[in-house]
Nanobody, 123 residues
Framework: QVQLVESGGGLVQAGGSLRLSCAASPRTFSTYAAGWFRQAPGKEREFVAAISWNGENTYYADSVKGRFTISRDNAKNTVYLQMNSLKPEDTAVYYC????????????????WGQGTQVTVSS
């Protein structure tokens, strides 16, 4: 069983930056692919970014490509999402997820989910 706890959300003005963190346990998390999803009010949860277990491969939704960067530190059992040039349409609850592969994650098939952290971007 993998437990995921997100942090780093908050209120930011358009054009600003935030870095989300996802702390995971147990140490076997390092063997999982990890990713971030988001869900805006009234919308379905959507894929944002994913990273392979060793950090060598990353994938992004077109809507965030060039603005967001996913990374991980397996020594700290933590995954990060650096969000730059934020837009009001990035406002959502952001969820950390872990799964067997980045292919599964990009299609929304995660094995484990965090509780989410709110990101609000004001115009």
């Amino acid at each position: 069983q993998v437990q995921l706890v997100e942090s780093g959300g908050g209120l930011v003005q358009a054009g600003g930056s935030l870095r989300l963190s996802c702390a995971a346990s147990p140490r076997t998390f390092s063997t999982y692919a990890a990713g971030w999803f988001r869900q805006a009010p009234g919308k379905e949860r959507e894929f944002v970014a994913a990273i392979s277990w060793n950090g060598e491969n990353t994938y992004y939704a077109d809507s965030v490509k060039g603005r967001f960067t996913i990374s991980r530190d397996n020594a700290k059992n933590t995954v990060y999402l650096q969000m730059n040039s934020l837009k009001p349409e990035d406002t959502a609850v952001y969820y950390c997820a872990a799964g067997g592969s980045v292919v599964l994650l990009t299609s929304g098939r995660a094995s484990y989910w965090g509780q989410g952290t709110q990101v609000t971007v004001s115009s």
